[in-house]
């Protein structure tokens, strides 16, 4: 199990062993290893109890406090503590990503749109839906494939 966890879901010892004196400490289990109800992802340790989803390697907190972390994390920020900007989740997204949608009340009046070039991804999706090809799309407005793609896939999750 220890293995396991090391290698193939990238838990450092620091991290084991910060999830190991948690589990004994404060909820009273001795041997965390051998639960059903333990689970892992990207480096951390989680065990699901009570039908929430404890982070082992934090302390006990929440996981959904680290989904709301990542959401927060897509927002941009005046001066003054203010949002001003969010760059959603592309479906499939992972948080290290680049942020290429942004939804600012700045441009196009708060709709989606590619933020490099500040083309909306709903006028994007109306031409791939009007039988354009994705290639001649990225052409006429100077954008690559890659950001016609993430266009279609907001557009379609959203």
């Known amino acids: 199990m220890l293995r396991a966890l090391r290698t193939e879901h990238g838990v450092s010892l620091k991290e084991l062993r910060q999830a190991l004196e948690y589990a004994e400490r404060e909820l ?3 041997r965390l290893l051998l639960r059903q109800d333990l689970r892992s992802k990207a ?10 989803l404890i982070n082992l390697s934090a302390s006990g907190q ?16 005046d001066r003054a ?35 490099d070039s500040g083309i909306s ?7 791939i839906d009007a039988g354009e090809h994705p290639t001649a799309v990225a052409a006429d ?6 950001d016609i793609t993430n266009a279609i896939l907001y557009e379609r999750a959203a």
């Open 28 to 30: 009273g289990i001795d």
């Open 43 to 52: 480096g951390q340790i989680f065990l699901e109890r009570y039908g929430q």
């Open 62 to 77: 929440l996981a959904m406090r680290q989904v709301l972390d990542q959401h927060l994390n897509r927002v941009t920020w």
């Open 81 to 115: 503590k203010f949002p001003i900007r969010l760059h959603p989740f592309v479906s499939g997204d992972s948080v290290t990503e680049s942020r290429v949608i942004a939804i600012d009340p700045g441009i196009a009046f708060g709709r989606p749109v590619l933020i």
């Open 121 to 127: 991804t709903a006028a994007i999706v109306a031409r």
């Open 141 to 146: 407005y100077g954008v690559t494939e890659a």
